[in-house]
């Protein structure tokens, strides 16, 4: 993915493992002959048990560029990437000013940090504020690339959308330019070794600051020797340019792309429509003394994402691990709402789930209560924190369910979350569009092609 490189060429791979990047990188230059004349790698790695695989990888490198003609040297750190580089960034290591590169490939390790852990530590103390090891990489090496240096890295797709990698991506975008994005259409292949259900992105991106009219995305299923498809796009169909969130979309099937087309032909947001949507307020381990396994005398229902029955609610679930109730007093009614009809959604939906958006309709007239509870798990649409009209809730309940808002999610978010920003940020159909689709609905069981057809002709009819 790397563009045309410079005839001495600093390569940075942080995280580098068994050295697989930046032999990829070096029998690539080998093989092309592009007049790269040096190149100096340096590797970051922190296990101690891998150093040596490392080594010989590079002395590998070695051959290969001495038979091409190039002269190859290497440096292996064997250091805490995120330390190191922090302290020299921001100047706290006397004698040692933070190195530049030319080039730099990264896997990055993938986990969360804590807010009060040393890397979040370190890299405040560089103006990087992030929660994942691989966005902290990913923000350190963009510092260390000369202007117009580039980067290539696989990392999981989650920064392209979630809220907590708002800060990130901003700084991302404003310092790299973003030429290309590789997805997997199988988040199954690409670790299944390890089990891990995670979307993964391939990008490219070279320091600067002005974002490139066009960018490539590229897919393919994750399986080795498979098909690549590329198609060009402009950029501000991958970042909107009003977008505050700037939520990186990545396009990939031309399904996906009728679907954006559908989508951009709604003028609602759910504030227009006088609709909220908030998370779950019932934190239930917070309030562990109040839950109960079974609905009693002063509890009210309380409900999980366990609690969806196709299109409503089963409550209670007596054979559900979940508690079923919660006590209604003065400390808990703070997290309860007022019963009415009310639209849920899940946060999280499992691999088996044929779509990422999970609605269901919660009906007081099956489920007498005066208040309820909703657990933190789930995502619920309400009207200042009351029940919502019911033919609106049942058009919103169609709506969200359709294959053209799933497939409209999915170029975006490439993983199995659905946050109530996300859900905030769709635009939506009109709300006598949607009340007429909630009237034309006179079951909540039906097919996901009675859904498609109801939705598609309506937005088709309200052109
Ligand atoms: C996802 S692996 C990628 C390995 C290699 N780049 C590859 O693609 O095969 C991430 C590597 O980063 C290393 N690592 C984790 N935290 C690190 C840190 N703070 N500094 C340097 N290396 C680190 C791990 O030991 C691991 O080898």
Redesign the pocket.
């Known amino acids: 993915m790397f563009g045309p490189l410079p005839n001495v060429v600093r390569l940075l ?10 032999f990829a990188f070096v029998s690539r230059l080998c093989g092309r002959k592009e007049g790269v004349r040096v190149i100096e790698a340096e590797l ?4 101690p048990l ?1 150093l040596e695989p490392l080594s010989t990888t590079m002395w590998e490198c070695g051959r290969l560029c001495t038979k091409a003609g190039i002269q190859f040297t290497f440096t292996i ?1 064997p ?6 580089m922090s302290a020299r960034i921001a100047g706290n290591l006397f004698g040692a000013p933070p190195p530049s590169y030319e080039a730099a ?7 969360k940090i804590s807010t009060d852990s040393a ?1 979040r530590r370190a890299l405040r103390s560089v103006g990087v504020e992030t929660s994942n ?2 966005t902290g ?1 990913v923000a350190l090496i963009q510092r260390l690339l000369v202007p117009g240096g580039q980067i290539v890295g ?1 990392t999981p797709r989650s920064f392209c959308n979630g809220p907590y990698f708002r800060p990130f991506r901003e700084d991302f975008l404003n310092h790299m330019e973003l030429h290309r994005l590789h997805v997997f259409e199988s988040r199954q292949a690409a670790f299944r070794d390890d089990s891990v259900l995670q979307e993964n992105v391939i990008f490219h991106a070279v320091k600067g600051r002005h974002q490139p009219r066009e960018i490539v995305i590229s897919s393919s299923s994750g399986e080795h020797g498979d098909l690549i498809t590329a198609t060009v796009f402009p950029f501000v169909e991958v970042v909107h340019p009003h977008d505050v969130e700037k939520f990186i979309h990545i396009p990939s099937a031309p399904s996906h792309a009728a679907a954006k087309e559908t989508m951009d032909g709604l003028s609602s947001n759910l504030a227009s429509l006088g609709v909220t949507v908030s998370t779950g307020r019932v934190v239930d381990f917070r309030l562990k003394d109040s839950l109960r396994k079974e609905p009693a005398r002063g509890t009210v229902p309380l409900l999980y994402p366990c609690h969806f029955n196709g299109g409503t609610v089963h409550w209670p679930k007596l054979e559900a691990r979940k508690p079923n109730a919660i006590l209604d007093n003065d400390e808990t009614r703070p997290w309860l709402v007022p019963s009415g009809v009310y639209l849920l959604t899940k946060r999280f939906t499992s691999k088996e789930e044929r779509r990422r958006l999970v609605a269901c309709i919660f009906d007081p007239d099956q489920v007498k209560a005066q208040w309820l509870g909703f657990e933190n798990h789930l995502n619920y649409f309400h009207a200042s924190g009351h029940g919502l009209e019911r033919s609106l809730a049942v058009g919103l309940f169609a709506f969200l369910n359709s294959t053209v808002v799933d497939q409209y999610f999915r170029r975006f978010s490439g993983h199995t979350q659905v946050n109530a920003t996300d859900l905030r940020t769709l635009a939506y159909p009109d709300r006598d569009t949607l009340q007429a689709i909630g009237r034309e609905m006179k079951t909540l069981e039906i097919s996901q092609e009675e859904i498609d057809q109801l939705v598609t002709n309506h937005l088709h009819a309200c052109r």
């Open positions: 791979d942080a995280g580098a493992g068994s050295g697989s990047l930046t970051y790695e922190l296990d891998i750190h250091a805490d990437f995120i330390q190191e490939i990264a896997n990055p390790p993938y986990r890397e090891l691989y990489f696989i």
